[in-house]
């Protein structure tokens, strides 16, 4: 009976996770392209070029800014997509929902370390059920790639530390975490200061160290080659797969740090029913969103979890590890008061700081696991987690109402996507332009005649309704206002996102289809009053 016991809980992260596999394979091909998918999926091609022409083709580091960015993960999905030739975005969606499943296993091996049987499954539920987790990790080239190896890299050094022997193996196996988080973004770099933070929390919490004699006593040789060993494996592994970064090791790595601290594209923002300046939006943009963008219950059980931290190290108790929690504290607090005193360039939401989600999610899943023990009597501990995992999952049934635009989620604190979709930017990566062009091209189907389609967008975001264009729809683009009240001749069909007020070009043509969820759309199609489709 002990070892059945013993069985069923070593299968079951094993079934949860081909449970999460079966959902990604069956969801995969409904999101489509997103606004910058083109831009880094044509730098992974290059970057493929630069390594297959034995470092001779350079034009990876001429192609925009792209030089400045990791190109790991662009190089993986165009290496992988030219294996399996044929829906080349499908397959590349298929990847990076790869990193999305794995960043959910990293937050389970994470909880993992902080005792609680409880957390780990708490904690990975956290996560798969926040709507902008889920919602970009199909279809974001490099937000959530870098949360996941972010995750991995803060589990690594919470491990490693952890340890009462520290390894060469161990720690270059940290060196390698922080590397590959690294090379997606140089913003990565913040890693060095969280492993400087969890060694010096370490020492204050797990050691007799108390005194700078002691510490200077305690520093040895090996000590300082453990630290080299990380840093080493860090710097080798982003360096081997950047090609800017090979032309300069040293510095061209603290350059694009710098540039992302820095950015000097300025785009407008709609925040609070207001367009702002992206360098320009006040202290409170990323608290707001955090509070605005997550579920409520999911917010509630990390703010108890986050608490409870407090009061387990306020209290004193001997409590082996608690220098883990100190480390947690600083990954959510340390972005989030950085930006409240800096305000730095920013735009799309919480978008840039997806990162930070993992660690809501560990606290929630400590906060989850604290009310299971604390209010509920060893009895009914059963039905209390049960409880706890419906909080978790309260958000649910409105992703799927949102599918494929979970991103779009905003909670009752902004009054919902009802509300809140004409205060803040909604599908701002026009995926919705996919689903749009299903509808042109039913009625080309239908029609006796080739259509042409003016569609808002750039030379970037073109590829989101191009790549989905069937035959007999004739695909031209603008973007910007256009003061015309029709539709210029020839032109059977507009496509345009709501962003920057694209839709409303052509004011008197009338809108014949909206993409988009409880009554805010996100893609409007016109057409001309006599054409095809011109019925509502």
């Known amino acids: 009976m002990k070892a059945a016991g013993t069985f069923v809980r070593a299968a079951l992260p094993w079934l949860g996770l081909v449970a999460l596999a079966l959902l990604v394979l069956l969801t995969y091909r409904h999101y489509g392209i997103t606004w910058d998918e083109s831009f880094h999926f044509e730098y992974g091609r290059k970057v493929l070029a630069f390594f297959q022409s034995g470092f001779r083709d350079r034009s990876c580091n001429a192609f925009a800014d792209a030089r400045f960015y990791g190109p790991l993960v662009d190089f993986i999905c165009v290496g992988i997509t030219q294996l399996t030739p044929g829906s080349t975005f499908e397959i590349k969606?298929?990847?990076?929902?790869?990193?999305?499943?794995?960043?959910?296993?990293?937050?389970?091996?994470?909880?993992?370390?902080?005792?609680?049987?409880?957390?780990p499954w708490f904690a990975a539920l956290a996560l798969l059920a926040m709507p902008p987790f889920y919602g970009h990790m199909f279809n974001n080239p490099k937000d959530v790639p870098f949360a996941c190896f972010f995750t991995w890299a803060i589990y690594a050094m919470l491990a490693f530390f952890r340890r009462e022997r520290f390894a060469w193996r161990d720690a270059v196996g940290v060196g390698v975490a922080i590397g590959l988080a690294l090379a997606v973004r140089a913003g990565g770099?913040?890693?060095?200061?969280?492993?400087?933070?969890?060694?010096?929390?370490?020492?204050?919490?797990?050691?007799?160290?108390?005194?700078?004699?002691?510490?200077?006593?305690?520093?040895?040789?090996?000590?300082?080659?453990?630290?080299?060993?990380?840093?080493?494996?860090?710097?080798a592994v982003m360096v081997s797969v950047w090609p800017w970064a090979l032309e300069n090791p040293v510095l061209n790595p603290?350059?694009?740090?710098?540039?992302?601290?820095?950015?000097?594209?300025?785009?407008?923002?709609?925040?609070?029913?207001?367009?702002?300046?992206?360098?320009?939006?006040?202290?409170?943009?990323?608290?707001n969103y955090l509070l605005i963008g997550l579920p409520p219950a999911i917010l509630a059980l990390a703010a108890v979890g986050f608490g409870a931290c407090i009061a387990r190290q306020a209290g004193g108790v001997p409590a082996p590890g608690r220098f883990m929690l100190y480390v947690l504290e600083l990954w959510i607090l340390f972005p989030v008061l950085y930006f409240v005193a800096k305000q730095p360039n920013v735009y799309d939401g919480m978008r840039h700081f997806l990162f930070l989600l993992p660690c809501v999610a560990v606290f929630a899943g400590i906060g989850a696991a604290f009310l299971v023990n604390r209010l509920a009597p060893v009895a009914r501990r059963g039905l209390a987690a049960a409880a706890a995992v419906l909080l978790l999952l309260s958000a649910v049934p409105e992703m799927v109402y949102l599918h494929p635009y979970e991103a779009t989620y905003f909670n009752v604190f902004a009054g919902g996507l009802e509300k809140a979709g004409r205060r803040y930017e909604t599908d701002y990566w026009v995926s919705s332009y996919k689903e749009a062009v299903a509808w042109v091209n039913a009625r080309a189907r239908e029609s006796r005649r080739p259509l042409t389609v003016l569609v808002a967008a750039n030379a970037y975001s073109a590829a989101c309704a191009a790549y989905y264009a069937g035959p007999g729809v004739d695909l031209w683009y603008v973007f910007g206002p256009d003061a015309r009240p029709g539709l210029?001749?020839?032109?059977?069909?507009?496509?345009?996102?709501?962003?920057?007020?694209?839709?409303?070009?052509?004011?008197?043509?009338p809108v014949v289809h909206v993409v988009g969820r409880h009554g805010v759309p996100f893609t409007v199609i016109k057409g001309r009053r006599d054409g095809p489709g011109a019925h509502p």
């Not at 492993?195 to 002691?214: H, K, N, Q, S």
């Not at 540039?259 to 202290?283: I, K, Q």
């Open 488 to 509: 210029p001749d020839s032109v059977d069909y507009y496509i345009a996102t709501t962003r920057y007020s694209l839709s409303e070009n052509y004011p008197a043509a």
């Open 93 to 119: 969606h298929l990847v990076l929902a790869v990193f999305g499943v794995l960043t959910i296993v990293g937050v389970f091996r994470l909880g993992g370390l902080l005792g609680d049987p409880l957390i």
């Open 189 to 235: 770099l913040l890693l060095f200061y969280y492993l400087a933070m969890a060694a010096g929390f370490y020492v204050a919490c797990e050691t007799g160290i108390r005194t700078w004699p002691d510490l200077r006593r305690a520093v040895s040789v090996r000590t300082i080659g453990l630290a080299l060993a990380m840093a080493g494996a860090a710097w």
């Open 254 to 287: 603290v350059r694009a740090f710098l540039m992302s601290r820095n950015f000097d594209a300025v785009y407008p923002v709609l925040y609070r029913g207001e367009v702002l300046m992206s360098d320009t939006l006040p202290w409170h943009y990323l608290p």
